[in-house]
């Protein structure tokens, strides 16, 4: 356009400087000015005609008359501006803004095209004059030095603002504020359209459009803050009167819709700069300031669980810093509460299930209270893992261990143990899925994997693996979630019982190779590998192998020396099993029993009855496991008590065989009573695992200590604290113990020069 | 009773046998027996002296490289003639600057190895 323009021109005239007479061609230009900036009708010609006389009077013999022209034009604009200013003056109130609005239209359009009619003295004449922006920006010249040429678009802006804008300020924001103050009660005053409104408001910004910097200067100013001013008391006087109307939760519900509405009315009518001071000032108002009150209902929110309530009062005070901070206490301690309720003072046969599936519900609630009422805010969502963490390791006594991990434990093994009621092989895995929830929140890890550990290892010794892989599966979680150390002996645990599987097969072609040896039973063997184990390494008392047996033991440790170099195998007899066939009765049975059971029947193949000194002998088992498995034999009827009450064995109570022993079942097990977990067993499993923790803190200090070489006390013991917390929470006291005793043996020194401030020594 | 196994094959054998026709008289019979056992090194010490790791566990430098449990299985304990024993990949490291037993200081020279 502007191309075909210039093109035009050189057709016309020529583009040399001449000489112009300034008066008669300005008396033109000016005219069409007037034209230009009341949007009159300028015909084509004349606005060509008028661009080359910009142009002529810029580029004039012999001295251009740019400037000239420029002063001229800003009187006549000055003019101009000022009679629009009588014409809004001269408009009744009610249409003021109405006619401010229409001539604003009018002259800011106006002076878009005026801008473009001067833009050969826009580009070369006042351009050259104008600061850099860099100039600008680092303030190395005053913006607004009057002598300075403004382009004309800025110009007209700049004589709207001196002439029309601040002398009708006041006015412009009084019906502003009038007509927004309308909006917001549903009444109408003057009848303004919003357009208009949010014309006028605009027109505040808009004429600050040239500036470089600070353009909402003028809109903030004269608008802005006394309209934020003007909305806080409104709101505040809102706020106070339906505090006195209705009850919190209802109030809530209504600064909820309030908020939205001036959300909606900011959009309508303000610039977008202003949308958030507005809604903070609304929220400062109608929320900050009633703080208190909204507070003082939380506890009722939170104990009945009123979701809409606490929907409302989270969408509210999550804008207030700090405001969430009591919500949050509260709905942490309902938690906590809820949570110690279901299961704190349990009592009855499963409780490890009524523990783990109590929890899991409590759990299972709130996070999906966070989900829905709090968006899962981050802040509740702590609060419920922080909830849940005081549940799970609450202690009724300050002095005993936590139970948690205990119940933990069994409850897996209740799900992991072949029985006859569990659930479809989904819903175990599903239930096992959720007991990694429970123990995420377990802070002594280690006495679950201890616990978890013997359980296992009885599962597997005593065949009683519902299924391997759902074993396995376990395993991998409690790895991912805990990592590979946590793991690694049950997995180690998990291997032996395949390897085992191998090598019973290899000892079978073994005996076969080796001219079909007969062991005259059939004979399989988990070989476990010592320190993967939860259990000592040797069998707990003397006993003597039946003959029956003695062939396999004698034929699998020559295999096992050929197969393997430098190792030795312990028999855990006490742990062995097997199946007795039971031919003296009306009919025969096969029961499956200890292998120290097994010894016991043994000996009645010859007699009928002897005394228990002499039994005793014969099995050479101590005292503790000889009264016990005599007792379980005597419990299930296979053996006799004579004249006796069976309570205790003395040495000369005298046994015998149950002749007439009689049982619907003609296969079955006795295993139960003697594997079952005892007292003394759970207190062992706790002083072992005081044990593995000072040795485990010792092995963390070396660590730390070898890398370290030279560390003060207080930074040691944070140290050690971070690195075993995914295992257990050490008390203070214990990690001191536990430097004492690594300076006792030597490995760490004093500083000479310190107090406290240890070395390592290499 | 197996102290000597070549020379009692053929004895044994007859007990078999004898076992089979006496079942029926006996008042019980072993039908099936699942043992237990455990295994370890057959040391002397149970902590290997280098890496200050029980013997039975992986020595530190294979736990703290995380292997899998494949590759922990291969490490595995090595006897000096002077009987001392350690984790073989210890004494891998421990020959290539000393080649001497660090707890005897005899030069050390190997038994057997573990497997």
Redesign the interface.
Known sequence: MTHILNIDICYRMSLKPKRVDFVTTWADLKETVKGVVTLGNVPHTVWHNRFSDVYSLCVAYPEPLAEKLYQETKKFLEDHVKSLLIQVNGSSEEQLLTVYYSLWQQYSQGMDYLHRLYSYLNTQHIKKQKATDAELLYGTLSYESPEQMKEIGELGLDLWKKHMIEPLKGDLLRLLLGAIHCDRTGQSLYNEKSSTIQGVIQSLVSVEEYKKKNTLELYETVFESPFLEATGEYYRQEASRLLQECTISLYMEKVLQRRDEEDLRSRKFLHPSSYGKVRSECEQRMVADHLVAIHNECPAMVQQELQQDLRNAFALLKSIPGGLTVLVSHFMEHIKQQGLRAVANLSGENIATQFVEGMLGVHSKYKEMTNVVFANDQLFSSALDMACASVVNHRLNTKQPCKSPELLAKYCDSLLKKSTKGGSDTEVEDKLAQCITVFKYIDDKDIFQKFYARMLAKRLIHQQSQSMDAEEAMINRLKQACGYEFTNKLHRMFTDMSVSSDLNNKFSSYLQNKDRIELGLNFSIYVLQAGAWPLGQSCPTDFAVPQELEKSVQRFEDFYREQFNGRKLAWLHHLSQGELKLNYLKKPYIITMQTFQMAMLLMFENTDSMTCRELMEATKLNSDHFQKYVQSLVESKLLAVSGGTGEVFEPSTVISLNMDYNNKRTKFRITAAVQKETVQETEQTHSSIDEDRKLYLQATIVRIMKSRKILRHNVLIQEVLSQSKARFAPSISLIKKCVETLIDKQYLERTPNSTDEYSYVA | ??DD?DME?PA?KVT?NN?CVMK?E??????????????????ECEICAICRV?V??ACLRC?AE?RN?KEQEEC??I?GECNH?FHNCCMKLWVKQNNRCPLCQQEWSVQ????
């Not at chain 2, 008042?27 to 455990?38: D, P, Q, T, Y």
């Not at chain 2, 057997?112 to 497997?115: A, D, M, N, Q, S």
């Open positions: 009773m197996a196994i094959k044994e078999v076992d029926s006996k008042m019980f019979s072993l039908k099936r027996w699942n043992a237990v056992a455990m295994w370890s090194w057959d040391v029980q039975m566990d736990q995380n449990d595995v304990v006897w024993s057997r190895i573990g497997k």
